[in-house]
């Protein structure tokens, strides 16, 4: 590595150029969106018939337009009449479930409130957004080490026939946030066979990336749901997936996914908060769409957007610090997560700050926001354009040497004293 002051002079010369770049979300690049420009005149004025006869433009359809039902439904594998369409956020409906959950109860059992301080397994590093819901409702949370086939299985089967607190897990089954890993088919057999102390125990499956592949066919793996009923945990899993990063983040449609038993309890729940979705964006997305293959073929073109901005950050970290630092290389979704020397993450996020490069804060992708060896970075490479994913990765590199640096000379100094 090169000396302390060269490093120095090398970040400072970067800092000079005074960038502004924010890519601290996994947020969707202008280019990505601009693609499904065409959703928001689809429709035309006497356009708002769903193929049920449902006129859009009124009260009801609590689970959705069958248009879109299905096109979710054959994404994930599973069968139209399992499916709730929603509003624009999969992260709501989660919040939601939670909510009713802790305040309500599982089907009639006690709610989570009343039964102590219950507890949610979080596979670390994972989703930041996951682990705030969690917070917010004083569930604790118990990390769970991220292995490259998914959790690991053993630390959760040995906490989860044991604790009756425990009442659920986070999954992100398919290029999870933020290690890109997708779950080996053992990994989700082996959740669909746990046998939880807790009988209201859930698995949340955020099926988010199901179809964000851009570097290899479209991964299919096994179906979380039926698995679960195969063995006798048919009401265990819910799942969640959404198209916030396939048409527009801000006002796209998300669904879920449950037994009937526990669906027809979400829709009783569903039913005290809305008389309906917003059913006219779900029937402009389904006339966009059209169908499973128009999602895929839209997200062909997608992922020819993405993958050269992952190729300019995977580029310039091999580049710059092989053999020095770690980081995933993913094959789809959205995120790299990235592995610094040990205490090292807070100040990269605080020097590439300072340069004007704003990342995804340290500790993020811990429970609690806690990373015990301060070391462990999300770099989110969607929302900027590829000259300035380069620009960006020189002022990345160039942080993380000099906070390897300054560790080092500081533990010299401290040996040395």
Known sequence: MDSYHKILSNYEALKARNMKLDISRGKPGTDQIDLANAILNILQQDDYYSTSGVDCRNYGGIEGIPEMREIFAELLGLKSSEIIVGGNSSLSLMHDRIAGFYTHGVNGSEPWFKQGTVKFLCPTPGYDRHFYICEYYNIQMIPIDMLETGPDMDTVEKLVHSDPLIKGMWCVPVYSNPTGCVYSNETIKRIARLKPKAPDFKVFWDNAYTVHNFSEPRPIIPNILHECAINGNEDMPIIFASFSKISFAGSAVAAMAASDNMRKAISKQ??????????????????????????????????????????????????????????????????????????????????????????TEAGAVHPYKYDPKDRDLRIAPTFAQVNELKDAMEIFCSAVKLAHMEKMESKNNSTQN
């Open 270 to 359: 569903i039913s005290a908060q809305t008389v309906g979705p917003d059913k006219m964006n779900q029937l402009r997305h389904a006339r966009f769409f059209k169908n499973a293959d128009g999602v895929i073929s839209h997200m062909k073109q997608l992922g020819e957007k993405i993958k050269p901005k992952f190729d300019a950050v995977l580029s310039s970290l091999e580049e710059e610090l092989a053999g020095i630092c770690e980081w995933t290389k993913p094959k789809g979704g959205y995120f790299i997560h990235f592995r610094s020397k040990e205490g090292c993450a807070k100040r990269i996020v605080e020097l590439c700050g300072e340069a004007g490069l704003v990342l």
